[in-house]
């Protein structure tokens, strides 16, 4: 049974920074690829940033050089480092892993429909 647990999340003004981590368990291979998303009130879940086995990663445009994914192999712990936070990055943030394999033609890693296993979420507040 595969678990993701969140951790990190919490309330900081604009400008200040914050890091969370996702703990994984429960698998035998280690997933193709893991990524961070996030959901504000009334609106879809965003793909924030995801990285793959090999370890590329892929960030969104609007956190592009602020965020950063990374990935501890060893300790089966995913994190996401999170500079610069503004107002418009409160959100509820979820942990993500996929075997999918090879990426599908035509999709964006960062799309939630290709990960079917999911944390509890990590509530992050930036104030201004």
């Known amino acids: 049974q595969v678990s993701l647990v969140e951790s990190g999340g919490g309330s900081v003004q604009a400008g200040g920074s914050l890091r969370l981590s996702c703990a994984a368990s429960g698998y035998t291979r280690s997933s193709d690829y893991m990524g961070w998303f996030r959901q504000a009130p009334g609106k879809e879940r965003e793909g924030v940033a995801v990285i793959d086995s090999a370890g590329r990663s892929t960030h969104a445009d609007s956190v592009e050089g602020r965020f950063t994914i990374s990935l501890d192999n060893a300790k089966n712990t995913l994190y996401l480092q999170m500079n610069s936070l503004k107002p418009e990055d409160t959100a509820m943030y979820y942990c993500?892993?996929?075997?999918?394999?090879?990426?599908?033609?035509?999709?964006?890693?960062?799309?939630?429909?290709?990960?079917?296993?999911w944390g509890q979420g990590t509530q992050v507040i930036v104030s201004s």
């Open positions: 993500a892993a996929s075997w999918m394999g090879w990426l599908p033609r035509g999709r964006s890693p960062l799309d939630s429909t290709l990960y079917n296993y």
